[in-house]
C-alpha cells in the first residue's frame, strides 16, 4: 500500500516521519500526472504546491482552521489530503470538482474561482471568529502572486491592516505566474526577491553549508534562520511593503522544503495576528513536459499522454479561440487605432498572436477586469480603439465599469468575451451564461453573437469600426461550430437561415444555437409544421426585421445560452409588445441556477435544450397540448399537420 492510500485526514499526516512526507510527496505527484491526464484538468498549479499544501494541514487544524484558496485551482492536493482520492471522474458530472465545493467536504469553504477574493473572505471569517468567541480559531488564506495584481486583494489588505487582533495567516504562493508570466509592478517588485542574485547567493549558499554538516547543521540552520534571513533582507525591501500595512512578513521560504515551510507556518501561527507568509514555488514542479511548457507551465490540460504530456484529442476543427487570434491581427494590421487589453489572460484569450506581431499595442493589466475596462475608456478618449478580451463570466466583476465608465461616455470600446455560454467541467463560476443578461441593460451597447468562424470575423470586423459606444462579440468555447450559409440577408442584417412555406414558427438562434436550431426546424418539418430559422446576428438591440418576421409567425421561440432571466428573448418579448405585435413568445435558455460542472451537452440537456425537447414542446404548443420541456419522452411517430387549420 502506498503512503498516499493511508492518508484519510490531514491528522493522518502527523504520524509520518520527514523521510515519509518526502515520499508522499513524490507519491503526489505521480498520482496528479497519471490521474489528471485521464480527465484533463489544472495540472501544474497543483503540481507546484504540494509541499505547501503538505506544510498548511500539517500546522493548522482543517476544517477548525478555515482554509481558503484563490482561486481553487490549486486545491487538489487539498481533496487528497482530505479524503477525496477518487479522480476518475475528475470534473465530470457525479465527480469531484475542479474547484473546493462544500458539498464535497466540511474542509471546503470557498466556491468561487475568481481570483483575488481570498483576503476579504478571511477579512470576513477572521471578523466573524473573533465577535462570536471563536478566537482559537485560524484563518488561512493561499493567494497566488497573480492575485496581487487584483485591485481588490488590497481593499482587503487595507481593512486585515486595520485590526491586529485577529488569527489570519496569508500565504502568497509566488510562483511568477497567472495564467501565464504575472505582469506589472508588484510582479516586478516580487521578481527582485526570487532573482536578486545576491540575496539569491547568499541564501543558498548559506544554506549548503550547513546542510553539509548534516542533521546538527540543518538544526543550527533553522535557529538561526531569522538572523540570516534579516541580514539578507538587506538585499530586499519586500518585508517593508507589508510592515508599512502593520502587517507582520515572513519569507521568502523555499516553497519545496518541507522543513523550512513547517517552521515559518509555525511561527507564523504563533504571532496570533495577522501574518503574510511569502512562499516561493515553481509551477509544474517534477513534471518535465510542464516545465518544458513556457507558455502556461500546464496552467490547464486536456486529456494527455503522461509521459510525453502530448494532447490525446486533437481537434478537426479550429477553436474559436483560435480564429479570433488570427482575425484580430488582421484588423489590426490594417486599422492602427486598435490596440488589446487582457486581464492576464494573453493565450487563453487569444490576444498572444496580437502582443506578439505588435508588442507594443497589447497591454496586460493583471487580474483587474475593473481597470481594464476604465482603462480601455481612456484609450478610445485618446483616440484608439481598445478591444478588451476576457471570460465572458469575468465581465460580471466589470459591470460598473463597463456602464458607467464606458457607456456613459459613448467611448468606442470592443469586449471580446470568449468562453460565453455554457462552458462544462470548470463548473458555476466558470459559465459564462450572465453575460447577455447582465449587459443589455447598458444603454447603447451593441452585443453580436456569431455562429460559425465567417460570423465571428464579420461581426468582429463591424465591432471595431464602432466609435461611439460599447461593442461586445461573444463565442463560446472549444471549436467553431457548423457553418450555416443565409438563405438571404435583411437590410438590417439579420440571417435567415431557413424560410418556411408555412410561417408557423420563428426559431431566433443566438450564436452557436443556430445548430440546435436548424435540428429542431427539421424535426418539425416531419411533424408538418414550418419554421422559420433566423440569426439575428447583433442580438442586441433587437434588429427591425425580428420584429417583423416576428408579425407573421403564429410562435416565436428565442434560443440562447444564457439565462432566459433577462435574455434575449425577454427583450424580444418586450419589443414585441412595444411594437404591438402579439405574437406568442417562448424564451429558451439556461435556468436561473448556478450549473454544476459537467460536460456541455450534459448540462443542454439538463436544461431541455436540445432538438428533442424543444421541438416536442412546439409541437405541444401548436397543437394545443403544452408539455413540459424538461421531461424527457420518448419519440413518435410524425403527425400530419394541416397549417390553414392549425392541426
Request: charged share 25%; net charge negative; proline share 5%.
Amino acid at each position: 500500500m502506498s503512503l498516499l492510500e493511508t492518508i484519510h485526514g490531514p491528522r493522518d499526516l502527523d504520524r509520518l516521519s520527514r523521510e515519509e512526507l518526502e515520499q508522499l510527496a513524490v507519491e503526489m505527484r505521480e498520482f496528479l500526472v497519471r490521474e489528471v491526464a485521464k480527465t484533463g484538468g489544472h495540472l501544474g498549479p497543483n503540481l507546484g504546491v504540494v509541499e505547501l499544501t503538505l506544510a498548511m494541514h500539517r500546522v493548522f487544524d482543517s476544517p477548525h482552521d478555515a482554509i481558503v484558496f484563490d482561486t481553487g485551482h490549486q486545491s487538489y492536493v487539498h481533496k487528497l489530503l482530505t479524503g477525496r482520492q477518487d479522480f476518475s471522474r475528475l470534473r465530470e458530472r457525479g465527480g469531484l470538482a475542479g474547484y473546493p465545493q462544500r458539498s464535497e467536504s466540511e474542509h471546503d469553504i470557498v466556491e468561487s474561482s475568481h481570483a483575488s477574493s481570498s483576503l476579504s473572505w478571511a477579512d470576513g471569517i477572521s471578523r466573524a471568529f473573533a465577535m462570536t468567541g471563536q478566537g482559537d480559531r485560524y484563518v488561512v488564506a493561499m493567494v497566488g502572486d497573480g492575485a496581487l495584481t487584483g485591485g481588490m486583494t488590497w481593499e482587503a489588505l487595507n481593512n486585515i491592516s486595520d485590526d491586529n487582533s485577529r488569527r489570519l495567516v496569508m500565504i502568497v504562493n509566488d510562483n511568477g505566474r497567472s495564467y501565464a508570466p504575472t505582469i506589472g509592478g508588484m510582479a516586478r517588485f516580487l521578481n527582485t526577491v526570487r532573482t536578486r542574485r545576491a540575496y539569491r547567493s547568499l541564501y543558498f549558499s548559506s544554506r549548503r553549508f550547513f546542510d553539509r554538516l548534516g542533521r546538527p547543521g540543518q538544526a543550527v540552520y533553522r535557529g538561526t534562520r531569522g538572523a540570516i534571513h534579516g541580514f539578507l533582507s538587506r538585499f530586499s525591501n519586500n518585508e517593508a511593503l507589508y510592515s508599512n500595512l502593520d502587517i507582520k512578513y515572513l519569507g521568502p521560504v523555499d516553497g519545496h522544503d518541507l522543513g523550512s515551510l513547517e517552521e515559518a507556518l509555525r511561527q507564523a501561527k504563533a504571532y496570533d495576528a495577522p501574518v503574510i507568509v511569502h512562499v516561493i514555488t515553481q509551477k509544474g514542479r517534477g513534471y518535465e513536459p510542464a516545465l518544458a511548457d513556457v507558455a502556461d507551465q500546464f496552467h490547464a490540460v486536456g486529456q494527455i499522454d503522461p509521459e510525453t504530456g502530448d494532447p490525446l484529442e486533437h481537434p478537426s476543427k479550429p477553436s474559436w479561440t483560435s480564429v479570433f487570434a488570427d482575425e484580430i491581427v488582421e484588423l489590426a494590421a490594417r486599422d492602427p487605432r486598435l490596440v488589446g487589453i487582457t486581464a492576464a489572460m494573453l493565450r487563453p484569450t487569444g490576444l498572444h498572436k496580437f502582443a506578439e506581431r505588435f508588442p507594443d499595442r497589447v497591454f496586460d493589466v493583471g487580474i483587474a477586469e475593473q481597470h481594464a475596462a476604465t482603462s480601455a475608456a481612456g484609450l478610445a478618449f485618446g483616440g484608439l480603439h481598445p478591444v478588451v478580451a476576457m471570460y465572458a463570466t469575468f465581465v460580471n466583476r466589470a459591470f460598473d465599469q463597463v456602464l458607467m465608465d464606458v457607456a456613459l461616455h459613448r467611448a468606442g470600446v470592443t469586449f471580446v468575451l470568449d468562453r460565453a455560454g455554457v462552458t462544462g467541467p470548470d463548473g458555476p463560476s466558470h459559465h459564462g451564461m450572465w453575460d447577455l443578461a447582465i449587459l443589455q441593460v447598458v444603454p447603447g451597447i451593441r452585443i453580436a453573437a456569431p455562429r460559425d468562424a465567417t460570423r465571428l470575423r464579420e461581426e468582429l470586423a463591424e465591432a471595431v469600426q464602432v466609435d461611439d459606444g460599447p461593442t461586445v462579440v461573444r463565442f463560446s468555447k472549444g471549436s467553431v461550430g457548423n457553418e450555416f450559409d443565409a438563405v438571404r440577408r435583411t437590410d438590417d442584417g439579420v440571417d435567415v437561415l431557413r424560410e418556411a412555406a408555412h410561417r408557423d414558427v420563428l426559431l431566433v438562434a443566438v450564436g452557436p444555437m443556430a445548430d440546435l436550431a436548424m435540428r429542431v426546424a427539421d424535426r418539425l418539418a416531419d411533424q408538418g409544421i414550418g419554421a422559420t430559422v433566423i440569426d439575428p446576428r447583433w442580438v442586441i438591440p433587437v434588429p427591425g426585421s425580428v420584429i417583423e418576421l416576428a408579425r407573421e409567425h403564429r410562435l416565436v421561440v428565442s434560443i440562447e445560452d444564457g439565462i432566459r432571466v433577462g435574455g434575449v428573448g425577454t427583450r424580444i418579448r418586450q419589443d414585441l409588445r412595444a411594437a404591438g405585435v402579439d405574437t406568442a413568445v417562448d424564451e429558451l435558455g439556461l435556468p436561473d441556477e448556478f450549473l454544476e460542472h459537467a460536460s456541455r451537452d450534459q448540462v443542454l440537456e439538463e436544461a431541455g435544450l436540445t432538438d428533442r425537447h424543444i421541438a416536442r414542446d412546439i409541437v405541444s404548443q401548436v397543437l394545443g397540448t403544452r408539455i413540459p420541456v424538461a421531461r424527457p419522452l420518448p419519440d413518435e411517430p410524425a403527425r400530419e399537420y394541416d397549417a390553414e387549420r392549425g392541426r
